[in-house]
């Protein structure tokens, strides 16, 4: 982000340093740094996973059947709910009306460690594709093509936690309709475990920021996640994947 | 014995209450039900046989049996034999009013009054939490349930629980939406009476754009004042109405 400057750090003057003096990162830039290799990992994972989800849907002959897409996508699910102090909390694959049937949707998607196959009552209804479409995490990269962070939010129809979902969407042709999206569901509470570290060597304010100013997590007692949040000036913000902001010093609204 | 004065006793009996085996087989149930019940699975629909069914949810096929046999006898499936045999969605499935008068008949006025109490506390948690927290899109979202006078009697019913559930959603509080979904489960279809009287429906309209006038206000007091007039207006229509059986 362009705003990124070097006045963040807990011993850093208020003084614009010189562009000479911004080369050596200081330790607030050093954490800024390691909370994004994190969040940015998961997305480069997704975009990755979407792409080889796309290829091999292409591959299929004949009529998509959801016994494939569940052959297809639960390996990756179990692979990654399964990775030793991994973010998934759960991940899969849903379909975009016209993969399988007009329509007609099909997730493919597991939670927790022992792979919970959820909503799979929905996969035998006639329109289930009236059930996504409206949802943020569905609807959002289907209509743009992009990627797309939901969240934080309750997630009632998997986990029923607090939770971020990051989806991509999966093309089978280049310049082809969407096919559908691949998704992980990544807790709030997992996201804490690992941004505190980072957070708290900022600073005492030092929070993790979504698009809409909201927190994510906060080193500060007075916010929590969810809550929305101004800068404290003066502010530094630091990029965090490709929609978050870790900000040195935020206060509650 | 464990009778100490402070009651710790108490929490170590609930500790050791024998787990319900039908856990499973009612949690699959109610999973159809609600399926039906929000327009997933719709009358005269085919449902997958046992084996499907065990597979998709996770559960073992003597569950998946024993979940089909007890819809069956609730008349949620009807079952048919022969080549083009199998499970479907019954017709008529969807609440209907003698089904909600029923369930109202076997609650006492004791019960009914002590579960709007746990409602209304933890909905007025929500909505004092949801003031503070809400954006412009929760908003907008949230006013997308308030139905209009001309909804027939089942979409008002989704629609308010639904109103609810997005004050949970927007209070952000994962263990306070869990704990609603919970108390909604146990109100059951109940809430379908009072929705098919115009005047209940009038007065509901206008506490339920109050509520939302709150949370966009960030005002967590009038929130909560508005949430619990609309669970106490419930209530006091169904002890009327429960009353008459005397």
Redesign the interface.
């Given at each position: 982000m362009s705003d990124t400057t070097s006045t963040a750090g807990p011993s850093a003057g208020q003084a614009e340093p010189g562009p000479a003096e911004r080369a050596e990162p200081g330790p607030a830039e050093l954490a800024a740094a390691e909370l994004d290799a994190t969040i940015a990992g998961i997305e480069h994972h997704l975009a990755a996973w979407a792409a080889d989800t796309g290829a091999a849907l292409a591959a299929m002959s004949g009529k998509v059947t959801g016994t494939a897409v569940d052959k297809l996508i639960r390996p990756m699910v179990e692979e990654l709910v399964q990775l030793p102090g991994g973010y998934a909390a759960g991940a899969g694959f849903i379909a975009n009306a016209g993969l399988l049937g007009p329509e007609r949707s099909y997730i493919a998607w597991w939670q927790g460690p022992d792979l919970?196959?959820v909503d799979?009552?929905?996969?035998?209804?006639?329109?289930?594709i009236s059930?996504y479409v409206k949802a943020e995490w569905f609807r959002i990269p289907v209509e743009t093509g992009r990627a797309h962070v939901t969240g934080?939010?309750?997630d009632?129809l998997c986990t029923?936690?607090?939770v971020l979902t990051f989806t991509h969407p999966v093309f089978t042709r280049p310049d082809g309709p969407v096919a559908g999206i691949v998704g992980i569901d990544v807790t709030v509470q997992r996201v804490e475990r690992g941004a505190m570290p980072a957070l708290r060597r900022i600073g005492g304010r030092a929070t993790l920021a979504n698009p809409?100013g909201?927190a994510v997590v906060s080193a500060a007692p007075d916010i929590d996640?969810?809550?929305?949040i101004s800068p404290a000036e003066p502010c530094a913000h630091y990029p965090v994947g490709r929609t978050f902001t870790l900000w040195s010093d935020a206060t509650g609204l | 014995m464990l009778l100490s004065p402070n009651g710790a006793s108490r929490s170590l009996a609930a500790v050791f209450t024998p787990i319900k085996s039908r856990g499973l087989v009612d949690e699959v149930c109610g999973?159809?039900e609600q399926?039906v019940e929000t327009?997933?699975?719709?009358s005269g629909?085919r449902?997958?046989n046992e084996t499907e069914l065990a597979a998709?949810?996770?559960v073992s096929a003597v569950t998946a049996r024993e979940a089909l046999s007890q819809l069956r006898a609730s008349g949620i499936i009807r079952t048919a034999r022969g080549r083009s045999g199998g499970s479907f969605i019954a017709d008529n499935v969807l609440p209907s009013r003698e089904r909600a008068l029923a369930q109202l008949h076997e609650l006492s006025r004791l019960q009914i009054r002590d579960l709007a109490l746990h409602y209304q506390a933890i909905a007025a948690a929500c909505a004092g939490v949801a003031a503070?927290?809400s954006?412009a899109a929760d908003i907008a979202t949230l006013r997308s349930f308030i139905p209009s006078a001309d909804d027939d009697s089942l979409s008002w019913r989704l629609a308010l629980s639904e109103f609810l559930?997005e004050v949970?959603?927007i209070a952000?509080?994962?263990r306070l939406?869990?704990e609603l979904?919970r108390l909604q489960a146990d109100l059951g279809t109940l809430t379908l009476l009072p929705c098919a009287d115009a005047g209940y429906r009038g007065r509901t309209t206008v506490i339920l754009e109050d509520v939302a006038a709150a949370i966009e206000a960030h005002d967590p007091g009038a929130a909560e004042t508005g949430i619990k007039a609309h669970i106490s207006a419930t209530t006091d229509w169904l002890l009327t109405e429960q009353a008459k059986r005397y």
């Open positions: 919970e196959h799979a009552l929905a996969n035998f209804s006639p329109n289930s059930r934080p939010y309750v009632f029923d936690e607090y809409d909201r996640a969810g809550d929305l | 999973r159809i399926a327009g997933l699975l719709t629909q449902l997958p998709a949810l996770g503070r927290r954006d559930l949970a959603a952000r509080s994962a939406a869990r979904i």
